[in-house]
């Protein structure tokens, strides 16, 4: 009604500016009582937290003013207890003061003096001090207090070792009571302890003189402190030790080589000069002997932490240098030190081994790794000379060697020129066992390089991929070869110069301990040697596997397979004018041949080499045919018919497989041995198969002269001269042997040098033009 009687208002007078709206009125009182209400709410709320502390604070006055009163009762009854006892304490002085007065009474009164007449105190003390003035004991305490006030060490000493002399002398005549005695004895004792230890402070200042420090270490030793004086000559060379090298440590990055030695140099001339004077000063003693061996010891194990905490990066040359001039260095001073009856070298040994061991697995680790990363190059086969060295010994300077081998002994070259004597004397065994773990690693990137799955597919990691791969039958021969010449001849002579030569270098001090057959090394060189034998003999494995996995497994007539001895058209080989092998024998005879070939120009010079891979090759062929369980289910299975004709051709080329290795003048006992193993199998298999042997089967000599006569054949072609033949084969076939220029156009031989079997078209292996089908 209000609001409205306004509005009512308004509309009646609009045009009157001096009248206030009743709207604008109720607006203005409206917020300003609101505003004044919300000021008492808050000054409220602040006088209300007001009066909160304030009754707080008169609360916690309150309580401390209670303990304070607490506390002021607790000081008063004590203070009354105190006062009870200093009573006490007077009531038994003055018990003690009456007691004495009539003892001294009583004492006067007894006396038997004429004189009974009392002496005045400065009479007493004037003849007490005319006395004492005329003692020599008392004159020679206050000279001697006098020197130590001053602090004349030197007359001190001097003036008490003269008066000790005199003591000693009085002391036997027995002129001195003994509570004299043991009075100026004790004087005597006070002093010299005082001395003592004067003369250990002035020994512990940091820029005395040796000059000085003797002085004072003799005067220890004349007041009867030898032990002591020991303790303080070692601690001062130790302090000085400490110094020096701390002065040095600042430098071990700089010379990161021969850091080791100048800290031995520090250590152990130290230790040779502490020994040195404490023979001059107190002598030589075991008592002296054993302090010095216990803090050498003690010096020495820090020398050991300070090399080990300073080396370089222990897989780097610099910290492998290091170590081995450490190990001269250390134990040259160890040698010199035994003369004095300090032996320091095993407990050297026993500290500084594992670090040695630790740089020397790391070194080598490094350079496995250098030898992984050379077999992804492509130039791995280039062939470049050996330059001579002077750990070559008499292999010639002219090898030659693939990439890879010439960087194998360059790396070898560059670790044995970081070690010197001592470490091959200390270290000689492992070190031998790091270049078999070297050597081994080289030959498992080499199988890597060769075609074919290896033997053990954890060789190499996957994460160490090769990118060049040896396929044809020159480039592998070429790494075998390099191989051996590493392993035979560029490896051990390496070896065996540089152990000489360490001897000989040592030898001028001592006794030789080089790699001669009295040496104390010769039975772990001929160990190493022969497992140097086995890892080569694991690269010649996994190559004549793959190369015989890849004839056997041909595809046509060429393939070796059981069927082939199944269903003969002839029932009888006897009857077959010119028996020869099976295809695949041909095949094999013809493949071996060219590589003979290969071989003949690759591995120059080694013709040992290549009559162990040759035989090598037909051993692996036959010990396939004898593992191979499917090869022998063939005739085992029933529902195959087995003729005679099968198991004749079957011993045939079996026959020819030695005949292969007799004509190749390389070992055949072993082929013999296993071939003799498949026969004796066979003809148990076409035995059981009711096939009688007896029956079926010619002589033994029938099959050898047919072998011969089959390699005759096929080594002379068609057209060949068949005159005594078996003579001919006997003298004059040789499988590496060189063949005249007219024969060599229907030999295997001219199928190429260059391109093994193995690269050849299939096609041209299953229809060699010198190969005769024994079925046709």
């Given at each position: 009604m209000e609001s409205s009687s306004g509005e009512e208002l308004e509309e009646e007078f609009p045009g009157h500016e001096w009248i206030t709206p009743q709207s604008s009125v109720n607006a203005a009182y409206q917020s300003q009582t609101e505003k004044g209400i919300r000021k008492i709410c808050s000054d409220l709320l602040e006088l209300k937290d007001a009066i909160e502390n304030l009754s707080g604070n008169r609360q916690s006055k309150v309580l401390a003013f209670l303990r304070i009163s607490e506390e002021v009762v607790e000081a008063e009854q004590e203070l009354i207890e105190l006062q009870k006892h200093v009573s006490s304490q007077g009531i038994l002085v003055q018990d003690l003061m009456s007691g004495v007065s009539r003892e001294l009474d009583n004492w006067h009164k007894s006396s038997k003096e004429e004189d009974a007449t009392k002496k005045d105190p400065e009479t007493e003390l004037d003849e007490i001090l005319s006395h004492s003035t005329q003692d020599p004991k008392a004159i020679f305490l206050d000279k001697l207090d006098i020197l130590l006030a001053e602090h004349k060490m030197e007359e001190a000493v001097l003036a008490l070792e003269a008066e000790e002399k005199k003591y000693l002398v009085a002391d036997e005549s027995g002129k001195e009571s003994n509570a004299e005695n043991t009075a100026f004895k004790t004087a005597l004792i006070k002093r010299k302890a005082i001395l003592e230890d004067q003369l250990v402070r002035y020994c512990g200042q940091p820029a005395l003189s040796m000059t000085e420090l003797r002085k004072c270490l003799s005067g220890l030793i004349k007041i009867g402190k030898s032990s002591l004086a020991h303790q303080v000559l070692l601690k001062a060379y130790g302090s000085q030790l400490q110094k020096n090298v701390e002065a040095f440590l600042p430098n071990c990055s700089i010379y990161t080589q021969t850091y080791s030695a100048t800290l031995s140099q520090l250590v152990f001339s130290a230790i040779a000069k502490a020994a040195k004077e404490t023979n001059t000063l107190l002598g030589d003693s075991p008592m002296n002997t054993n302090r010095i061996i216990q803090w050498a010891e003690y010096e020495i194990e820090t020398f050991a932490r300070l090399v080990k905490e300073n080396s370089p990066l222990p897989e780097s040359v610099s910290a492998l240098r290091s170590a081995c001039i450490c190990i001269e260095t250390s134990l040259h001073h160890c040698s010199c030190l035994e003369s004095q009856g300090l032996k320091f070298s095993k407990l050297l040994m026993v500290l500084l081994r594992p670090y040695i061991e630790e740089v020397l697995d790391l070194n080598f680790r490094r350079v496995r790794r250098k030898i992984v990363d050379g077999a992804r190059n492509d130039d791995i086969l280039l062939l470049t000379p050996q330059e001579g060295s002077p750990l070559s010994g008499p292999v010639s300077p002219n090898?030659?060697?693939?990439?890879?081998?010439?960087?194998?002994?360059?790396?070898?070259?560059?670790?044995?020129?970081?070690?010197?004597?001592?470490?091959?004397?200390?270290?000689?065994?492992?070190?031998?066992?790091?270049?078999?773990?070297?050597?081994?690693?080289?030959?498992?990137?080499?199988?890597?390089?060769?075609?074919?799955?290896?033997?053990?597919?954890?060789?190499?990691?996957?994460?160490?991929?090769?990118?060049?791969?040896?396929?044809?039958?020159?480039?592998?021969?070429?790494?075998?070869?390099?191989?051996?010449?590493?392993?035979?001849?560029?490896?051990?002579?390496?070896?065996?110069?540089?152990?000489?030569?360490?001897?000989?270098?040592?030898?001028?001090?001592?006794?030789?301990?080089?790699?001669?057959?009295?040496?104390?090394?010769?039975?772990?060189?001929?160990?190493?040697?022969?497992?140097?034998?086995?890892?080569?003999?694991?690269?010649?494995?996994?190559?004549?596997?793959?190369?015989?996995?890849?004839?056997?497994?041909?595809?046509?007539?060429?393939?070796?397979?059981?069927?082939?001895?199944?269903?003969?058209?002839?029932?009888?080989?006897?009857?077959?004018?010119?028996?020869?092998?099976?295809?695949?024998?041909?095949?094999?005879?013809?493949?071996?041949?060219?590589?003979?070939?290969?071989?003949?120009?690759?591995?120059?010079?080694?013709?040992?080499?290549?009559?162990?891979?040759?035989?090598?090759?037909?051993?692996?062929?036959?010990?396939?045919?004898?593992?191979?369980?499917?090869?022998?289910?063939?005739?085992?299975?029933?529902?195959?018919?087995?003729?005679?004709?099968?198991?004749?051709?079957?011993?045939?080329?079996?026959?020819?497989?030695?005949?292969?290795?007799?004509?190749?003048?390389?070992?055949?006992?072993?082929?013999?041995?296993?071939?003799?193993?498949?026969?004796?199998?066979?003809?148990?298999?076409?035995?059981?198969?009711?096939?009688?042997?007896?029956?079926?089967?010619?002589?033994?000599?029938?099959?050898?002269?047919?072998?011969?006569?089959?390699?005759?054949?096929?080594?002379?072609?068609?057209?060949?001269?068949?005159?005594?033949?078996?003579?001919?084969?006997?003298?004059?076939?040789?499988?590496?042997?060189?063949?005249?220029?007219?024969?060599?156009?229907?030999?295997?031989?001219?199928?190429?040098?260059?391109?093994?079997?193995?690269?050849?078209?299939?096609?041209?292996?299953?229809?060699?033009?010198?190969?005769?089908?024994?079925?046709?």
């Open positions: 090898v030659m060697l693939t990439s890879s081998g010439k960087k194998f002994m360059s790396i070898v070259n560059d670790v044995l020129d970081q070690i010197l004597p001592m470490t091959i004397v200390h270290f000689g065994g492992a070190i031998l066992n790091k270049f078999l773990q070297l050597f081994d690693r080289y030959v498992e990137t080499l199988i890597k390089v060769l075609p074919g799955p290896s033997e053990d597919d954890n060789l190499l990691e996957s994460k160490e991929p090769v990118e060049f791969k040896a396929e044809s039958d020159a480039q592998q021969l070429t790494l075998i070869g390099t191989t051996y010449t590493v392993a035979d001849e560029l490896l051990p002579a390496a070896v065996t110069k540089f152990f000489d030569m360490q001897a000989e270098k040592k030898g001028a001090g001592g006794s030789s301990e080089g790699l001669g057959p009295g040496s104390i090394y010769a039975m772990e060189y001929k160990e190493w040697k022969r497992n140097l034998q086995h890892s080569l003999d694991k690269l010649r494995d996994h190559f004549c596997r793959q190369y015989v996995l890849s004839f056997i497994y041909l595809e046509g007539k060429s393939r070796l397979d059981a069927k082939m001895y199944l269903g003969r058209k002839d029932d009888d080989l006897l009857s077959d004018p010119d028996p020869l092998p099976s295809l695949p024998f041909q095949a094999l005879f013809g493949r071996l041949q060219q590589l003979a070939s290969v071989a003949g120009d690759v591995l120059l010079g080694k013709d040992k080499l290549q009559k162990v891979l040759l035989s090598r090759l037909t051993e692996t062929v036959i010990m396939w045919l004898s593992n191979e369980q499917e090869f022998w289910d063939v005739f085992e299975d029933r529902s195959v018919q087995l003729q005679p004709s099968g198991l004749q051709q079957l011993i045939l080329d079996m026959h020819f497989i030695v005949e292969i290795a007799v004509c190749g003048r390389f070992p055949h006992r072993p082929v013999q041995q296993l071939v003799s193993t498949i026969i004796t199998r066979a003809v148990a298999a076409f035995s059981a198969r009711g096939v009688d042997p007896q029956s079926v089967l010619p002589e033994d000599e029938w099959f050898v002269d047919t072998a011969k006569a089959a390699i005759h054949k096929l080594m002379l072609g068609n057209s060949g001269s068949e005159s005594e033949p078996e003579l001919e084969v006997e003298e004059h076939i040789a499988l590496h042997g060189e063949i005249s220029d007219s024969e060599e156009s229907s030999t295997p031989s001219t199928a190429g040098s260059e391109d093994s079997f193995a690269s050849a078209k299939n096609d041209d292996l299953e229809s060699p033009v010198y190969f005769t089908d024994p079925e046709s």
